[in-house]
């Protein structure tokens, strides 16, 4: 009798359970990427603007004001009613606010027609024109940036005193009528970017050196001249440690020590310091807009 042979089962080998994988998020697209970086590029635009621009604001708001709803409201109030009687009250006679308007006008018109000729002929030669020393000379100027100004507050006050300017419009605008190292530093690297090709064929046409400095290079840099002009204006009207010192008396006083005076010891006069100071605000925002694609546009060629 044979015997059948017995089969054994196939053993299957055991299968190992894969873990599950998370399902992965989609890529987020570059469109939504770059609209996520605008909206946030626009929030911190907006977040700097409020804090540039609160301050003005609440000047406005308050000089509009009258004292009783200014000292009896929160300060961040609206104006009820809207009144422009801080305004008027700063032109009569108790506080004559034309005078210092007057003298400040004129103390920049003379300051900036100064020291913009002064500081465009500077650095025409300094950037341009060859001398012996001129490297030396203009860096040793450049280096009285350094110097505070508070330094020489005394000594001026001194030199002023004795030539017996206190009190005078001269004291006010003699010892910052000429450029200042700044403003010649910033016109002489623009004007040493001019193409030196323009200058050779302006004077091969026969251009001389004040000729190729009206014709080529005062032209061609108009952009950062009007930002040094804006720049001039704005120093010289916030001036007031200088001001309050050499002419303290009230007929030579700027707008910034006029405004100063509206404050005494007991009494604020906040709603009169705040209309002081949106009509000392006023001109600089006007000439801003007026300058501001200039302004851009220097900007524009620094970067570059």
Do not use: H
Request: glycine letters at 4%; charged letters at 10%.
């Amino acid at each position: 009798m044979t015997r059948q042979p017995t089969t054994s089962p196939t053993t299957v080998p055991p299968t190992t359970a894969r873990p599950a994988t998370p399902r992965s998020r989609p890529p987020t697209s570059p469109r939504t990427a770059r609209r996520l970086a605008n909206a946030l590029t626009y929030l911190l635009l907006l977040a700097g603007a409020a804090v540039v621009v609160g301050p003005f604001v609440f000047s406005v708001m308050t000089a509009l004001k009258a004292p009783e709803q200014f000292t009896t409201t929160v300060p961040l109030s609206l104006p009820d009613p809207v009144t422009a009687g801080n305004f008027t009250t700063l032109f009569t006679d108790t506080y004559d606010f034309v005078v210092p308007i007057a003298v400040t006008a004129q103390m920049v018109l003379v300051l900036v027609a100064g020291q913009l000729v002064s500081s465009v002929l500077a650095a025409y030669a300094f950037g341009t024109l060859r001398f012996p020393g001129r490297e030396v000379i203009f860096w040793t100027y450049l280096a009285t940036l350094m110097i505070p100004a508070v330094v020489t507050m005394i000594p001026l006050y001194s030199m002023l005193t004795a030539a017996g300017l206190r009190n005078t419009f001269a004291g006010l605008v003699v010892p910052f009528l000429l450029g200042s190292p700044y403003a010649i530093f910033l016109l002489r690297e623009n004007f040493r970017s001019t193409p030196a090709e323009l200058l050779d064929a302006a004077t091969i046409d026969g251009a001389g050196v004040l000729r190729r400095l009206w014709y080529v290079m005062l032209p061609m840099n108009r952009p950062i001249l009007a930002t040094l002009l804006l720049i001039t204006v704005v120093t010289q009207w916030n001036s007031f440690i200088w001001p309050s010192i050499i002419a303290p008396a009230p007929e030579w006083n700027v707008i910034t020590v006029a405004t100063a005076s509206l404050q005494s010891q007991y009494a604020g006069n906040w709603t009169l310091v705040m209309a002081a100071t949106t009509i000392a605000l006023a001109p600089l925002v006007v000439l801003f807009l007026v300058f501001q694609r200039q302004i851009t546009r220097s900007i524009g060629i620094g970067l570059r």
